[in-house]
């Protein structure tokens, strides 16, 4: 599967942006899906992660109650609705695949993969 990530922007402190990622071929729907984010100088981090039928999710404690996401497999299309964003929000944000053999739950980067290009979300104070 490959991916691109979009709708980043400028956002100030408190509202809200919500991210899409865009999936080609036909196995989308089989997979379990994630969201990560990389800020300058810093390690790419899990944000949250998402069941192949959308009936399960689960988040890092720093984006819980803040983020949610969702997917439309009719539409081949992930999404990330980020809400009451803070500063330490901006990063890139990018989209990916869970590997079939690793285990839901995982937060670790590389039980990801098929990696796309990122989305920069900026929030202003």
């Known amino acids: 599967v490959q991916l691109q990530a979009s709708g980043g922007g400028l956002v100030q402190a408190g509202g809200s942006l919500k991210l899409s990622c865009a999936a080609s071929?036909?196995?989308?729907?089989?997979?379990?899906m994630g969201w990560f984010r990389q800020a300058p100088g810093k390690e790419r981090q899990f944000v949250g992660a998402?069941?192949?039928?959308?009936?399960?999710?689960y988040y890092a404690d720093s984006v819980k109650g803040r983020f949610t996401i969702s997917r439309d497999n009719a539409k081949n299309t992930l999404y990330l609705q980020l809400n009451s964003l803070k500063p330490e929000d901006t990063a890139v944000y990018y989209c990916?695949?869970?590997?079939?053999?690793?285990?839901?739950?995982?937060?670790?980067?590389?039980?990801?993969?098929?990696w796309g290009q990122g989305t920069q979300v900026t929030v202003s104070s």
């Open positions: 071929g036909r196995t989308f729907s089989s997979y379990h």
């Open positions: 990916a695949a869970l590997r079939p053999t690793m285990r839901w739950g995982t937060t670790l980067r590389d039980d990801f993969g098929s």
């Open positions: 998402i069941s192949w039928s959308g009936g399960r999710t």
